[in-house]
């Protein structure tokens, strides 16, 4: 036995053997650095907070979705890999007609980039998506059409881009209008109803001696008031009527659609929401009263600022004739 282990581990076969060790040494590393990159991938895919997925478009049925989907919407992926309405229950009912209709229209563009729609998480939880996707142009013909995509959590940055806009359209003190925003609307309203036809009215309103309740109870009382006449706007106008804080006391409402005779109920209900207002003071006890100018589009107006300069002037009309009234123009 030793010789023949001897003739079998002759100098002649050592090459030989050496390149078949030095050939599974080489593949061990291979298969070594193969898993090494599987998990890197795996790990990189747990890290990443967006949802890659793939979708067989002709049979309806998600090909792949990655670890992120059961963090962002809060449900199983095996669900959805084995029902693609899983997906469609999970989106806003307000956006869905448009998540399918832009997952559609891929098969045309070849990639949609600008895909944002809401969903509803398991824990009830509205969230923002963007979704990007892609055809895959590479497949052969005949093979099936696969959309591939990434959805990204914006719901922070929609939740923001909000904030930023209330900032920048209301009154910090009211949470009204604010000038800008109000006739940048008013604009609008006022154009709408040239082309339809429709009518509209045009509000001033200022509050009587206001200088002399902040000289007598305190600027912070003032702005108190000031807060009071928002919320009487908003409980005393239409769904849909315009009202903003344009200046220190002086206030303007826009009623879409509303006659002339509709649009004085609507200012006489305001002027009573104000009358009924009651503020007290280091014990005392007072009430405020406003002066309102009213007017409506006529032909002849080229621009919400003819109704803006009516209502201005009707407003100081009711001021001169003694406070507390109504004008119409």
Known sequence: MV??????????QWPETAQTLLALMHAQGEVARLSEREQLFRTL???VNAVLWAFNWETRQVLYVSPAYERIFGRSADLLLSDYNQWRDSIYPDDLEYAERSLADVLEKGAIENREYRIIAADGQVRWLSDKCFINRQAEPGQPVIIVGIAEDITDK???ETELQRLATTDALTQSSNRRHFFESAHQEFEKALQQG???SFLMLDIDDFKVINDTYGHQEGDTVLQRIAESGRAALRRGDLFGRIGGEEFAAVFPGCTP??????AERLQREIQRL?????????GITVSQGL???IAGDENVDSLFARADAAMYQAKREGKNRIVPA
């Open 198 to 200: 429709t009518p509209l």
């Open 45 to 47: 895919l747990v890290s």
């Open 295 to 297: 007017t409506s589009l």
């Open 3 to 12: 010789i023949k282990n001897q003739q079998d581990s002759s100098p002649s």
């Open 261 to 266: 005779d509709m649009a004085l109920q609507v």
């Open 278 to 286: 009651s503020f007290k003071h280091d014990g005392q006890t007072f």
């Open 158 to 160: 929609k939740q923001m």
